[in-house]
């Protein structure tokens, strides 16, 4: 199989979520998406707004991507914004989610989202490498999620969807800060789902398994095989996949389901 497998384009993701969902489910609801302008984020910043939730989409620096995120849900209908701030900066997205709570009244869904991978061998790793993954991954899902939770508090209710991954799960040569970022989101995860259960605050990980995106992208056609072999369904995921596990998550659906860790991963792994 080629490395490189067609996904749905923009337009295509929110008429296909409109099959799964019904395009009022979140409606009235303000979410904000990190790292909205690619991938897997851009999928699930459109879906969230095909079922009608006003949808923040934020990126690092591609402004174009981010904008035609924004263009697919204003396509169906719906209402976004692209805004730039670097989640591994605490201080510029703690500013910026303040301006925007006060813009939107305050966010009912966090989907810490945004992720970078710096891959390499354990003991040629650079302190530069793992600070890179443990700062937007890790650092910057902690900062994102304090940031919104006491506007979440005063409305005694909200969800935080953390995008970590099978690799969180099970660990992968040339991975270690990688994996301990993703793993160290699944400790904080279940925490905050103890700490802010009792406010009506939802909090639950999905784990995906190989999704093609610009991430995945980068990997060679014979690494690619070799995941192939680890996956019972013998596919790669398509990132619309991972957006309908998190619209279920930001929905009324799950209001009884927290601190959970979905994997959604073609049955790569399996407990
Ligand atoms: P991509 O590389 O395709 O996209 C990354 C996104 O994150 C971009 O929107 C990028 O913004 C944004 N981003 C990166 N760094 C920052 C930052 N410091 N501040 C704000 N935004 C940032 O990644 P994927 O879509 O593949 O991955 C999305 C998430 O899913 C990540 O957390 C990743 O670890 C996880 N994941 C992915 C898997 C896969 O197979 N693809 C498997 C398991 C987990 P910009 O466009 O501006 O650069």
Redesign the pocket.
Known sequence: MSSTQDILSPTQVAEHIRKSYNAQLLAGKVALV??????????IAIALGACGARVVV??????S??QETVAAIEAVGGQARAV??????STQ?TEAIKALEKEFGGFDVLV??????RDNLFIKMKDEEWDANI???LK?SFVCSRAVTMGMMRKRAGKIIN??????LTGNVGQAA?AA??AGLLGLTKSLAKELASRNIQVNAV??????????SAHGEKLIENVLKQIPMER??D?IE?ARMVVFLASDASNYVTGQTFAVDGGMTMV
């Open positions: 990190t790292g909205g302008s690619r991938g897997i984020g851009r999928s934020n990126y690092a620096g591609n402004a991507a981010a730039q701030f670097d989640v591994s900066n997205t810490n989202n945004a992720g970078v991978s700062n937007t991954n910057g995008i970590s991954s099978v690799i969180g990688y970022s993703k784990c995906p398994g190989y999704i093609t995106t610009d991430m995945t790669l995921g990132p991972i």
